[in-house]
């Protein structure tokens, strides 16, 4: 085995250990999208350098027989009925001529077919792109996300805290409304005591409301904090085996190239 068929083989072996280090980090499906593109690409390619090998052959036998007749015409311009032979075979080449051109004309259109599917294939680079663009579109509506978010939270502690103060404003008005008549009397005395009593009970009842809301919210956060470090964890990770796949990606390209190079 020569080293050209060793790099061959570790970098396949490489591509086979990103492959299920993708499929553990939960990416299998960009990435064999990425491999069937990439497929796609290389079979389109072959198959032009097939068309354009075909093309070449057919061009020289051509011209081979193009230069066969012009050195009989040369040799024969003086006899009658060698020229009338000559001018059969040209008939004959011509008709081979104009078929050939026709042949040619449908692999030139299959060319430019393959060239267009080819075309419309993105490139490495291109994904790369496209994947960049993507992360930063996610990032920003990410971040509007949180900032809405934030404003409807904002929205709805301030309308609770109006609410609080309306209902305080009104207990205020209403104690202030009966603090002189309720003071002349010992039965209304007693009565705002009980009052002044029940709404201490249930300001400390909302008080407790509240902290257990709090100490909800709290590990709710907590909870949050975690995922979101395990998150950026596994960002990280997806990170790194994408950069390792590209890196490997363009190393078999490279390999390829030299191995065609060497094949010719």
């Given at each position: 085995?020569?080293?050209?068929?060793?790099?061959?083989?570790?970098?396949?072996?490489?591509?086979?250990?990103?492959?299920?280090?993708?499929?553990?980090?939960?990416?299998?499906a960009?990435?064999?999208?990425?491999?069937?593109?990439?497929?796609?690409?290389?079979?389109?390619?072959?198959?032009?350098?097939?068309?354009?090998?075909?093309?070449?052959?057919?061009?020289?036998?051509l011209?081979?027989?193009?230069?066969e007749?012009?050195?009989?015409?040369?040799?024969?311009?003086?006899?009658?009925?060698?020229?009338?032979?000559?001018?059969?075979?040209?008939?004959?080449?011509?008709?081979?001529?104009?078929?050939?051109?026709?042949?040619?004309?449908?692999?030139?259109?299959?060319?430019?077919?393959?060239?267009?599917?080819?075309?419309?294939?993105?490139?490495?680079?291109?994904?790369?792109?496209?994947?960049?663009?993507?992360?930063?579109?996610?990032?920003?509506?990410?971040?509007?996300?949180?900032?809405?978010?934030?404003?409807?939270?904002?929205y709805?502690?301030?309308?609770?805290?109006?609410?609080?103060?309306?209902?305080?404003?009104?207990?205020?008005?209403?104690?202030?409304?009966?603090?002189?008549?309720?003071?002349?009397?010992?039965?209304?005395?007693?009565?705002?005591?009980?009052?002044?009593?029940?709404?201490?009970?249930?300001?400390?009842?909302?008080?407790q409301?509240?902290?257990?809301?709090?100490?909800?919210?709290?590990?709710?956060?907590?909870?949050?904090?975690?995922?979101?470090?395990?998150?950026?964890?596994?960002?990280?990770?997806c990170?790194?085996l994408?950069?390792?796949?590209?890196?490997?990606?363009?190393?078999?390209?490279?390999?390829?190239?030299?191995?065609?190079?060497?094949?010719?």
């Amino acid at each position: 085995m020569t080293e050209m068929d060793l790099q061959i083989t570790e970098t396949l072996n490489k591509v086979h250990v990103l492959r299920e280090e993708a499929e553990k980090a939960g990416a299998t499906a960009d990435v064999q999208r990425l491999l069937s593109l990439l497929e796609t690409l290389k079979v389109l390619e072959k198959k032009e350098a097939e068309v354009e090998l075909d093309f070449s052959e057919e061009y020289s036998r051509l011209q081979l027989e193009v230069n066969e007749l012009e050195e009989m015409i040369q040799t024969n311009e003086h006899g009658g009925n060698s020229a009338q032979g000559v001018d059969r075979l040209l008939a004959n080449a011509v008709g081979r001529l104009n078929l050939a051109k026709m042949a040619l004309a449908s692999k030139l259109r299959e060319i430019t077919t393959l060239k267009r599917q080819r075309d419309d294939i993105p490139t490495q680079a291109e994904l790369i792109q496209y994947e960049r663009r993507f992360s930063e579109l996610n990032v920003h509506i990410q971040g509007k996300l949180r900032q809405t978010r934030k404003y409807y939270a904002t929205y709805n502690a301030l309308l609770e805290i109006k609410e609080l103060m309306l209902k305080e404003t009104s207990l205020l008005n209403s104690l202030s409304s009966q603090f002189h008549d309720a003071l002349n009397s010992p039965a209304g005395r007693a009565t705002l005591t009980s009052s002044m009593d029940g709404i201490s009970k249930s300001i400390q009842q909302k008080l407790q409301n509240v902290q257990v809301t709090l100490q909800a919210e709290q590990k709710a956060c907590e909870v949050l904090k975690k995922k979101h470090a395990a998150a950026n964890l596994e960002k990280r990770l997806c990170y790194l085996l994408l950069k390792a796949f590209h890196e490997e990606c363009t190393r078999n390209a490279r390999l390829e190239n030299q191995t065609q190079e060497i094949n010719i």
